[in-house]
């Protein structure tokens, strides 16, 4: 019975020590397995990460309307998916804002921009707001290079595009095209992260 | 009689001056920030990141304008960093600055390079603004979020005891 008791004590004193621990988790780390969804495209299909029979990946990025460094990388967001959607690695962008709070960012505003703009990747919702927490993106534009694997959808890049928002003729460092290039040859990437100053996500 | 006229110009230029007080800001890259980060004197810094086009930015403004009023004499100085687009400067962001008639303290960053200095100024800084940085000589903290007035003022007066 003593014993019974003393492993109970240390049973809880384990538990609440861990449960004081373990930090709640924010969000991807390069090589997390990257959860799948099933979201609104603006052409009214859901679309899931499985459904890319072909893809070898995805360049995830979480982007809106109404974000002035998101509208900066509109055309830079196209251009990746021209380049390497035949590639391989298809942009899919995901709008993660409230459009309660960003009236501009909702469906409708979504499908116009995409129209005006001539977006040929999925432009998809996160309605409910739940797909953007558990990739941890903090802002828009926000990328995630994943890398389709027999385990999953790995995570191998996380953070901006390039290193210049203002012009992209100056860009020096263009850290997406790099870190799927390095995936497309087999090499390893070099930059897996990078800051940039992005809008803060509504909730 | 022949006088009022001129008196009128000089009263009426004398208004104007008063009421449209230019409001000026200093541009500086990120060595010429880093400075501003990290004074060593007897002063408690609340450095706010911030840009025009950031609506939760905007809507806090007015908090640290406060603060800046209010804890003057609690030696305390509030600094306001605007991370508009350099192309704006002149533009959105001396508008901007002219039309609220901001107080405190104010520099827009010019560095693209933000991979560089974005953990230079904190290394859990993710990017988001707002974000705000309160130092001393004692305690220096960093904030991904935006504030309440009440909340902020609580925050800052950890850093005066």
Redesign the interface.
């Known amino acids: 019975m003593k014993t019974t008791q003393k492993l109970l004590t240390l049973f809880v004193l384990v538990l609440t020590i861990s449960a004081f621990t373990i930090k709640p988790k924010e969000g991807y780390k390069i090589g997390d397995i990257a959860t799948d969804f099933k979201l609104e495209n603006i052409d009214g299909s859901m679309v899931s990460l499985s459904d890319f029979n072909e893809a070898k990946g995805f360049i995830v990025t979480f982007t809106c309307n109404t974000c002035p460094y998101a509208v900066a990388y509109e055309d830079r967001i196209e251009a990746l998916n021209k380049k390497y959607s035949s590639k391989g690695y298809p942009v899919i962008a995901i709008m993660p804002n409230n459009t309660d709070v960003k009236p501009g960012d909702n469906m409708e505003a979504m499908q116009k921009r995409a129209k005006e703009k001539g977006f040929t990747f999925p432009y998809l919702i996160d309605k409910g707001q739940k797909i953007y927490p558990q990739y941890g993106a903090t802002k828009t534009p926000h990328v995630y290079v994943l890398q389709k694997t027999k385990k999953g959808n790995i995570v191998k890049y996380i953070g901006a595009i390039d290193d210049n928002f203002q012009d992209a003729n100056a860009v020096k460092t263009r850290y997406v095209e790099d870190a799927v290039n390095a995936l497309l040859s087999g090499n390893e990437i070099k930059v897996k992260e990078t800051k940039a100053i992005g809008c803060t996500i509504k909730v | 009689m022949r006088y009022i006229l001129p008196i009128l110009v000089v009263l009426l230029m004398v208004s104007c001056k008063e009421e449209s007080k230019e409001i000026t800001f200093t541009e500086v890259d990120y060595n010429g920030l880093e400075k501003v980060l990290n004074k060593q004197d007897n002063k408690t810094y609340v450095v706010n990141f911030w ?1 025009t ?2 609506a ?1 930015c905007v809507k806090e403004l007015p908090y640290f304008e406060r603060i800046n009023k209010q804890y003057k004499d609690k030696n305390v100085e509030v600094v306001l960093v605007s ?1 508009d ?3 704006h400067f002149d533009t959105k962001l001396k508008n901007f600055i002219n039309e609220k008639q901001l107080q405190s303290e104010l520099y827009a960053l010019n560095d ?4 560089y200095w ?2 230079k100024v904190n290394k859990d ?6 974000a705000t940085l309160i130092y001393n000589s004692k305690k220096r903290e960093f904030f ?1 979020q ?1 504030f309440e007035y009440e909340e902020l003022e609580r925050t800052l007066n950890k850093f005066l005891k």
Do not use: T
């Open positions: 840009a086009w950031c939760p991370l687009f350099p192309k693209m390079d933000s991979n974005i953990p800084w993710s990017g988001a603004i707002p991904e935006a």
